[in-house]
């Protein structure tokens, strides 16, 4: 043997094998028939092994005209079964996770045509055998290697092996054998399932023909409560408590999930922060019939703006003076702090402009150009005179040149009936203004505002106006050139914000300084009696995206001795200063 290798052994023996077969007539007959070999010829002889269960799966071997052929077919590709599973989302509130509840599904799918029946063909004569594998699937290739003839079976392309050819698609499917459905199904929902917690139906997922069907699978989403969140199987609700409340203890009643009367007591001291624990009154544990987590009451304490005798008086019975003295700076320092960090943040300017000018009492904005802002701050409140009901929005509007100006910030209002309205704003609706800025009105409302045109006073004019179709945005510009009333009632009541401590930590006594820039020499401002400002103060409260730079002296900005930096900040803080402090300019 020239070739001693085990593979060259095998194939020795195979092919001794093979030439031992189909050189016994009745063997070769059988295997040419059968594909088997039926055993040495005999009375008796009967065998169920082949030739092929010694070769390769994809391989067979034949004997023609004195030669061996050996045929390879491509193993077949690996085929699905079933159809493809889907899935789908079913949405309830927190009181049906809570109680449990059914609930129907629809969800898309695809299922078996109803018209080709899943054949994909416009009629079933249009289903014809492939001419170019004549039904089979493959077509033929040959090799000859010397005395050996390969055969190739390949894939036939033309109908990717399915033997057969669509002549005409279905219309309704255009012949891909399925469409999409809007399926339904209910599910049942146990009380307390988690987030996610998901039921698997066979059978109502995809549907294809000769496949197995699919199954859908249906996934849980809860959606948010106003007054409870989930965590595992705890509830956890926030509740607003006044201080005396936080100091003397309280009891509330809340009301559960399933619509019960839940009493929350709490005995001591609440901080900021704390929360009682109510045990048994959260959500049902799921798989433990009877078993329920906790509900957790998150305390937010309401802070005054400051005590009232009436409190202090009240607070004694509690607490020393000294304590209350504390207390008094802590709620000082509080407000100051959140009353800055609720405030927006500055706008931009745009270069959008409007030099109609023309007067019209509904659709235009007024601005009061002779009744400038005259501190820096922020507006917490409009009042204003309407003579009927209607929408109303008050602007802030910044000077640019001549008579341009851009729009700081705006206020909608909803005004129910006619009357003098006083409209405190919430910390979002807040608008922070420069001295100088102009207050102005727009409504589409007709007479809802009373002006005295200067035609008819002779007056000096001091309500300029420009037309509007709808309100203009914040950073819109415009250009206010024609003055036409002088009679108009409209005030904002403006809180300045930058506010100085005579303590680190925004401790001790307070002072809020007036503007964005100047000293604090002018006027011996004083914490309190005998305590300058000026070279003592210890801490600002600094509003969000702001810094304020401190200067050594009065009146000057040579060399910045300090900076409050809270750029980058979405949150007022308070912090600390060096001492020797007498000029401050803020940064936004």
């Given at each position: 043997?020239?070739?001693?290798?085990?593979?060259?052994?095998?194939?020795?023996?195979?092919?001794?094998?093979?030439?031992?077969?189909?050189?016994?007539?009745?063997?070769?007959?059988?295997?040419?028939?059968?594909?088997?070999?039926?055993?040495?010829?005999?009375?008796?002889?009967?065998?169920?092994?082949?030739?092929?269960?010694?070769?390769?799966?994809?391989?067979?071997?034949?004997?023609?005209?004195?030669?061996?052929?050996?045929s390879?077919?491509?193993?077949?590709?690996?085929?699905?079964?079933?159809?493809?599973?889907?899935?789908?989302?079913?949405?309830?509130?927190?009181?049906?996770?809570?109680?449990?509840?059914k609930?129907?599904?629809s969800?898309?799918?695809?299922?078996?045509?109803?018209?080709?029946?899943?054949?994909?063909?416009?009629?079933?004569?249009?289903?014809?055998?492939?001419?170019?594998?004549?039904?089979?699937?493959?077509?033929?290739?040959?090799?000859?290697d010397?005395?050996?003839?390969?055969?190739?079976?390949?894939?036939?392309?033309?109908?990717?092996?399915?033997?057969?050819?669509?002549?005409?698609?279905?219309?309704?499917?255009?012949?891909?054998?399925?469409?999409?459905?809007?399926?339904?199904?209910?599910?049942?929902?146990?009380?307390?399932?988690?987030?996610?917690?998901?039921?698997?139906?066979?059978g109502?997922?995809?549907?294809?023909?000769?496949?197995?069907?699919g199954?859908?699978?249906?996934?849980?989403?809860?959606?948010?409560?106003?007054?409870?969140?989930?965590?595992?199987?705890d509830?956890?609700?926030?509740?607003?408590?006044t201080?005396?409340?936080a100091?003397?203890?309280?009891?509330t009643?809340?009301?559960?999930?399933?619509?019960?009367?839940?009493?929350?007591?709490?005995?001591?001291?609440?901080?900021?922060?704390?929360?009682?624990?109510?045990?048994?009154?959260?959500?049902?544990?799921?798989?433990?019939?009877?078993?329920?987590?906790?509900?957790r009451?998150?305390m937010?304490?309401?802070?005054p703006?400051?005590?009232?005798?009436?409190?202090?008086?009240l607070?004694?019975?509690?607490l020393?003076?000294?304590?209350?003295?504390?207390?008094?700076?802590?709620?000082r320092?509080?407000?100051?702090?959140?009353?800055?960090?609720?405030?927006?943040?500055?706008?931009?300017?745009?270069?959008?402009?409007?030099?109609?000018?023309?007067?019209?009492?509904?659709?235009?904005?007024?601005?009061?150009?002779?009744?400038?802002?005259?501190?820096?701050?922020?507006?917490?409140?409009?009042?204003?005179?309407?003579?009927?009901?209607?929408?109303?929005?008050?602007?802030?509007?910044?000077?640019?040149?001549?008579?341009?100006?851009?729009?700081?910030?705006?206020?909608?209002?909803?005004?129910?009936?006619?009357?003098?309205?006083?409209?405190?704003?919430?910390p979002?609706?807040?608008?922070?203004?420069?001295?100088?800025?102009?207050?102005?009105?727009?409504?589409?409302?007709p007479?809802?505002?009373?002006?005295?045109?200067?035609?008819?006073?002779?007056?000096?004019?001091?309500?300029?106006?420009?037309?509007?179709?709808?309100?203009?945005?914040?950073?819109?510009?415009?250009?206010?050139?024609?003055?036409?009333?002088?009679?108009?009632?409209?005030?904002?009541?403006?809180?300045?914000?930058i506010?100085?401590?005579?303590?680190?930590?925004?401790?001790?006594?307070s002072?809020?300084?007036?503007?964005?820039?100047?000293?604090?020499?002018?006027?011996?401002?004083?914490?309190?009696?005998?305590?300058?400002?000026?070279?003592?103060a210890?801490?600002?409260?600094?509003?969000?995206?702001?810094?304020?730079?401190?200067?050594?002296?009065?009146?000057?900005?040579?060399?910045?001795?300090?900076?409050?930096?809270?750029?980058?900040?979405?949150?007022?803080?308070?912090?600390?200063?060096?001492h020797?402090?007498?000029h401050?300019?803020v940064?936004?």
């Amino acid at each position: 043997d020239k070739n001693p290798t085990k593979e060259a052994e095998d194939m020795f023996l195979l092919l001794s094998k093979a030439y031992e077969i189909l050189s016994d007539g009745d063997r070769r007959r059988n295997f040419d028939n059968a594909g088997q070999d039926s055993g040495p010829s005999g009375p008796g002889k009967r065998s169920s092994s082949s030739l092929d269960s010694d070769m390769p799966k994809d391989y067979s071997v034949h004997w023609k005209g004195g030669e061996f052929y050996f045929s390879h077919r491509p193993p077949a590709k690996e085929k699905r079964t079933a159809a493809q599973d889907v899935t789908a989302t079913v949405e309830l509130s927190m009181e049906q996770v809570y109680q449990g509840a059914k609930a129907e599904v629809s969800y898309q799918r695809k299922v078996t045509c109803p018209i080709c029946k899943g054949s994909g063909a416009h009629h079933p004569h249009h289903v014809v055998r492939c001419p170019v594998c004549r039904g089979t699937g493959f077509w033929n290739s040959m090799h000859v290697d010397g005395d050996v003839v390969h055969m190739l079976n390949h894939t036939c392309g033309e109908c990717d092996g399915h033997g057969i050819q669509i002549e005409e698609t279905c219309k309704h499917c255009g012949g891909a054998k399925t469409v999409m459905e809007q399926a339904e199904v209910e599910v049942s929902i146990p009380p307390g399932a988690a987030e996610g917690f998901s039921i698997s139906l066979p059978g109502r997922g995809d549907v294809e023909p000769g496949l197995t069907p699919g199954s859908v699978t249906v996934s849980l989403r809860s959606l948010a409560h106003d007054n409870y969140t989930r965590q595992g199987n705890d509830l956890v609700a926030h509740l607003n408590i006044t201080l005396f409340d936080a100091l003397l203890g309280f009891e509330t009643n809340m009301t559960s999930l399933d619509n019960r009367t839940v009493l929350v007591v709490h005995n001591a001291v609440s901080s900021p922060g704390a929360f009682v624990t109510v045990q048994g009154e959260g959500m049902p544990v799921p798989g433990s019939p009877g078993m329920f987590g906790d509900l957790r009451v998150m305390m937010n304490i309401k802070f005054p703006e400051k005590l009232t005798d009436a409190q202090k008086q009240l607070l004694r019975s509690v607490l020393d003076e000294q304590a209350l003295k504390t207390l008094e700076a802590q709620i000082r320092r509080r407000s100051v702090i959140e009353g800055m960090t609720s405030a927006p943040a500055g706008f931009g300017d745009a270069d959008i402009s409007n030099p109609d000018g023309t007067y019209r009492e509904t659709g235009a904005v007024v601005l009061l150009v002779e009744q400038p802002i005259k501190t820096d701050g922020i507006i917490t409140e409009w009042s204003f005179k309407a003579l009927s009901a209607g929408t109303v929005f008050c602007s802030v509007w910044r000077r640019e040149e001549g008579n341009t100006y851009t729009q700081m910030g705006r206020t909608e209002l909803g005004l129910p009936s006619p009357g003098g309205f006083a409209v405190p704003l919430e910390p979002h609706q807040q608008i922070r203004v420069k001295e100088g800025d102009i207050l102005g009105l727009w409504s589409d409302t007709p007479g809802i505002f009373g002006f005295s045109s200067t035609e008819d006073s002779g007056k000096k004019p001091s309500i300029y106006s420009a037309q509007y179709d709808g309100m203009p945005n914040t950073g819109d510009s415009a250009v206010f050139p024609k003055p036409m009333a002088h009679k108009f009632s409209l005030r904002a009541k403006v809180k300045p914000f930058i506010v100085l401590f005579s303590e680190e930590g925004c401790g001790g006594q307070s002072y809020t300084f007036p503007t964005f820039e100047g000293d604090m020499c002018h006027g011996n401002p004083e914490f309190s009696e005998g305590v300058r400002v000026n070279d003592n103060a210890r801490a600002v409260a600094v509003p969000p995206n702001t810094a304020v730079e401190f200067f050594p002296d009065c009146g000057t900005m040579n060399a910045v001795l300090a900076t409050a930096d809270n750029r980058g900040v979405g949150q007022a803080r308070c912090l600390n200063i060096p001492h020797g402090t007498s000029h401050l300019r803020v940064i936004q």
